[in-house]
């Protein structure tokens, strides 16, 4: 079952905060998230584990709420680089390595 | 730095040919996975491999075939290319653990049937 995120789309100013929003109507194991420019591969951003472990970049924040089989990507203080579309990928089980990724968010940083 | 290579990055070519869409990771993992991802759509799982001789069909389904003989080498097949199999593929691959099990993306190649 491929989770929902939202806003499908979301045009900041530099400097300013955003929310993507992954929910899943399975229970989830562990979320991921992954940035893609135009023209490039996705790009690992993080990792959340049932249980509250995570691993990441060190300037993307997340949080993983597993009663609400909901994960949420905090980007703050923009930045142009920020540009591109979010996807978070769920997996529902430990020993279930593949991940279904969800139709993605793009993100639009303008000056 | 993730060290995964695909080949060719792009291929125009003509229906009824047969394709092979290489990819390769120098990072000694066990789990590769091959993606299907039209411009501006979200990414379908379409084969993916444990390891050496494991090959499994994705959520997607997919004419293609793969083969894993060697760890590092996952080469995806089309025996007879179609208009409906224009798209990106992508290859990826991951450590065979439970945890932090993140995965790491080729450059993709991009396939455009004639």
């Known amino acids: 079952q491929q989770p929902v995120q939202s806003p499908q789309a979301v045009i900041l100013r530099e400097g300013e905060d955003a929310v993507i929003n992954c929910s899943s109507s399975?229970?989830?194991?562990?979320v991921h998230w992954y940035r893609q420019k135009h023209g490039e591969a996705p790009v690992f951003l993080m990792i959340?584990?049932?249980?509250?472990e995570q691993k990441g970049h060190e300037k993307i924040s997340a949080s993983f709420n597993e009663k609400k089989q909901q994960s949420s990507l905090y980007l703050t203080a923009s930045q142009l680089s920020y540009s591109g579309t979010y996807f978070c990928?769920?997996?529902?089980?430990?020993?279930?390595?593949?991940?279904?990724f969800g139709k993605g968010t793009k993100l639009s940083v303008i000056p | 730095e993730a060290d995964i290579y695909q080949t060719p990055r792009y291929l125009v070519i003509g229906t009824g040919k047969k394709i092979t869409l290489e990819c390769s990771q120098t990072?000694?993992?066990?789990?590769m996975y091959w993606y299907q991802q039209d411009p501006g759509m979200e990414l379908h799982l379409i084969h993916y491999s444990y390891g050496v001789n494991s090959t499994e069909k994705g959520d997607l389904s997919s004419e293609s075939t793969v083969s894993r003989i060697r760890t590092e080498h996952f080469p995806l097949t089309l025996e007879s290319a179609r208009p409906s199999h224009t798209s990106q593929y992508l290859c990826?691959?991951?450590?065979?653990?439970?945890?932090?099990?993140?995965?790491?993306f080729g450059p993709g190649t991009r396939l455009t049937v004639l």
């Open positions: 990826a691959s991951s450590e065979l653990r439970e945890s932090y099990n993140e995965q790491f």
């Open positions: 990928g769920t997996q529902t089980g430990a020993g279930s390595y593949q991940l279904t």
């Open positions: 959340l584990l049932k249980g509250g």
């Open positions: 990072m000694g993992h066990d789990k």
């Open positions: 399975k229970a989830l194991y562990s």
